[in-house]
């Protein structure tokens, strides 16, 4: 197989720089054949991945040096080719990607296990999300897309300078728990309307709706806990009207899933969806901005090669 890392520097304010100065001599000692990529701004992982994947026509594994918004790259770029397998050596805030499906989480043993999966050809398929919004025509996501609240707080998180504060001290997690209270009070709920699978559903002033590929989102919240990436369902939770207050409990209960035993919080499963706000509310792809308004989301079965992972 041909391995290629993408190592984005910025991710969690530089430390996947000193996670790869780490991993790269125990690569050269084992003799281990690689090319590396540096990307120095957005969209540029995505560039390079489908570079690779149009241009090798042999089984090929581009591993992702980052957190979910190098993986979601990285995925676009190249995660539709059918000879190429994503990995990643964790090293983000996130790291959801890791959560949801199985793999390493420190990066000595995510490296080593990407290692045996190359040498094994260990490649596992799993499904693939699609959606299209405003900002986005045709795209894919790994994790999770959805619009609202959650979407505000992740784009409030990732345009902000404590950001990179928050990481340099090791608490990146902690930047979407400061802007959550610090949103709430000011974030407005909208009227939405659902349509999954051709059954339409509307809620008045809902807070939130998030489809998933597997439970995990925003560093490790069990957003839809039973949601599984090799199904072939994508799980919706959409929070509807709540006090404000209730919030708070909800962003509590959502680490171990106890959120979708309240009155308020709906779930589906279904392959097709369609979500339509009453106003232009922020949309999230994998944590990434993927627009505002309206976005669709089709999921493609087995549509995504994962290296090292292990069976759900």
Same mark, same amino acid.
């Given at each position: 197989m041909n391995l290629y890392f993408m190592i984005n520097p910025a991710a969690k304010n530089g430390r996947s720089v000193s996670i790869w100065k780490q991993l790269q001599p125990l690569l050269d000692r084992e003799g281990i054949a690689y090319q590396a990529y540096w990307t120095s701004r957005k969209g540029e992982g995505k560039e390079i991945a489908r570079r690779i994947g149009e241009e090798s026509a042999e089984p090929t594994v581009i591993a992702a040096v980052g957190g979910d918004g190098t993986v979601h790259e990285v995925v676009n770029g190249a995660g539709s080719f059918p000879?190429?397998?994503?990995?990643?050596?964790?090293?983000?805030?996130?790291?959801?990607?890791?959560?949801?499906?199985?793999?390493?989480?420190?990066?000595?043993?995510?490296?080593?296990?990407?290692?045996?999966?190359?040498?094994?050809?260990?490649?596992?398929?799993? +499904?693939?999300?699609?959606?299209?919004?405003?900002?986005?025509?045709?795209?894919?996501?790994?994790?999770? /897309?959805?619009?609202?609240?959650?979407?505000? /707080?992740?784009?409030?998180?990732?345009?902000?300078?404590?950001?990179?504060?928050?990481?340099?001290?090791?608490?990146?997690?902690? /930047?979407?728990?400061?802007?959550?209270?610090?949103?709430?009070?000011?974030?407005?709920?909208? +009227?939405?309307?659902?349509?999954?699978?051709?059954?339409?559903?509307?809620?008045?002033?809902?807070?939130?709706?998030?489809?998933?590929?597997?439970?995990?989102?925003?560093?490790?919240?069990? /957003?839809?806990?039973?949601?599984?990436?090799? +199904?072939?369902?994508?799980?919706?939770?959409?929070?509807?009207?709540?006090?404000?207050?209730?919030?708070?409990?909800?962003?509590?209960?959502?680490?171990?899933?106890?959120?979708?035993?309240?009155?308020?919080?709906?779930?589906?499963?279904?392959?097709?969806?369609?979500?339509?706000?009453?106003?232009?509310?922020?949309?999230?792809?994998?944590?990434?901005?993927?627009?505002?308004?309206?976005?669709?989301?089709?999921?493609?079965?087995?549509?995504?090669?994962?290296?090292?992972?292990?069976?759900?």
């Amino acid at each position: 197989m041909n391995l290629y890392f993408m190592i984005n520097p910025a991710a969690k304010n530089g430390r996947s720089v000193s996670i790869w100065k780490q991993l790269q001599p125990l690569l050269d000692r084992e003799g281990i054949a690689y090319q590396a990529y540096w990307t120095s701004r957005k969209g540029e992982g995505k560039e390079i991945a489908r570079r690779i994947g149009e241009e090798s026509a042999e089984p090929t594994v581009i591993a992702a040096v980052g957190g979910d918004g190098t993986v979601h790259e990285v995925v676009n770029g190249a995660g539709s080719f059918p000879h190429v397998a994503i990995g990643c050596i964790p090293a983000g805030t996130g790291n959801d990607f890791v959560r949801g499906f199985h793999l390493a989480r420190t990066s000595k043993q995510a490296l080593q296990q990407l290692l045996n999966g190359v040498r094994l050809g260990n490649t596992l398929s799993f +499904d693939l999300g699609r959606f299209a919004s405003s900002a986005v025509p045709d795209g894919v996501f790994a994790n999770s /897309i959805g619009c609202g609240f959650d979407a505000h /707080i992740a784009r409030a998180a990732n345009r902000s300078k404590w950001k990179g504060r928050f990481n340099r001290f090791g608490l990146g997690s902690l /930047i979407y728990a400061f802007y959550l209270v610090k949103e709430l009070f000011r974030y407005q709920p909208v +009227d939405l309307n659902i349509c999954v699978d051709g059954k339409n559903y509307s809620f008045q002033q809902a807070w939130m709706a998030t489809i998933s590929n597997h439970p995990y989102y925003g560093g490790g919240m069990r /957003i839809a806990p039973s949601a599984r990436a090799d +199904d072939g369902l994508f799980h919706i939770t959409v929070v509807g009207r709540m006090s404000r207050w209730k919030i708070l409990a909800l962003f509590l209960t959502v680490f171990w899933g106890g959120h979708v035993r309240m009155k308020e919080v709906s779930v589906f499963a279904g392959r097709n969806v369609r979500i339509r706000p009453a106003a232009p509310v922020p949309v999230h792809a994998d944590g990434e901005e993927a627009g505002v308004g309206e976005v669709s989301a089709w999921i493609e079965a087995r549509g995504l090669r994962v290296i090292g992972a292990e069976t759900l």
